[in-house]
């Protein structure tokens, strides 16, 4: 009963977030939109900023555990890299009310430095892959954690290039090309690049 209760409050307030943004929803509402009082809500939530912590954390788990079922231990680095930037890309088609976060999120402090440690988690991730890349031969050997940090940056503004104006698409060839370029000298990729061929 707790459980559902503290679910439902979130609910409200993811709805809440989507519809009128952080600024414009309030407690009252969402405790309302939740069919409880504030009183319940705050027996949750100390406040605002709280619940809206509360909802990042939960949504970026989320985009983690999607990106790392789709990384597959027999495709290149290059593929897994794009399986990634792929399945980061579906969650949020899957759960557009949580798009709101990506827009707004660095206006609400609390989530900046929640935002900062989701980052770091990412970075490691995609750290990893170039490190594996690299050991095979399958990528160009640079400094990894500044190219997981490039990689990073630019999924990210690809992301938002994508929930402004919802041209999936042409967004995600470009990012590809990008990841394409970290092949390695005399891998299949490079060779399939010098024929003209994209490998996807």
């Known amino acids: 009963m707790v459980r559902d209760t503290r679910e439902r409050v979130l609910a409200a307030a993811l709805a809440e977030f989507a519809e009128q943004g952080y600024q414009g929803a309030s407690i009252e509402d969402i405790a309302a939109r939740a069919g409880l009082t504030k009183g319940a809500v705050y027996y949750y939530f100390s406040d605002k900023d709280d619940l809206a912590a509360d909802l990042h954390a939960e949504l970026w788990e989320r985009l983690g555990r999607d990106a790392n079922a789709r990384f597959d231990p027999a495709a290149s680095a290059l593929e897994n890299l794009k399986r990634v930037l792929r399945a980061f890309l579906a969650s949020l088609e ?11 999120c660095w206006a609400v402090p609390a989530l900046v430095i929640a935002g900062r440690r989701e980052v770091e988690t990412g970075v490691a991730l995609v750290r990893f892959l170039l490190v594996e890349g690299m050991a095979r031969g399958e990528l160009a050997v640079l400094d990894p954690e500044a190219a997981a940090r490039v990689l990073l940056g630019a999924f990210t503004e690809a992301t938002l290039h994508i929930l402004t104006t919802g041209d999936a698409e042409a967004t995600v060839e470009v990012v590809e090309r990008m990841i394409d370029a970290l092949a390695a000298p005399g891998s299949a990729t490079r060779r399939h690049q010098s024929r003209g061929v994209v490998t996807r």
């Open 94 to 104: 899957d759960h557009a009310e949580a798009r709101f976060f990506l827009r707004d």
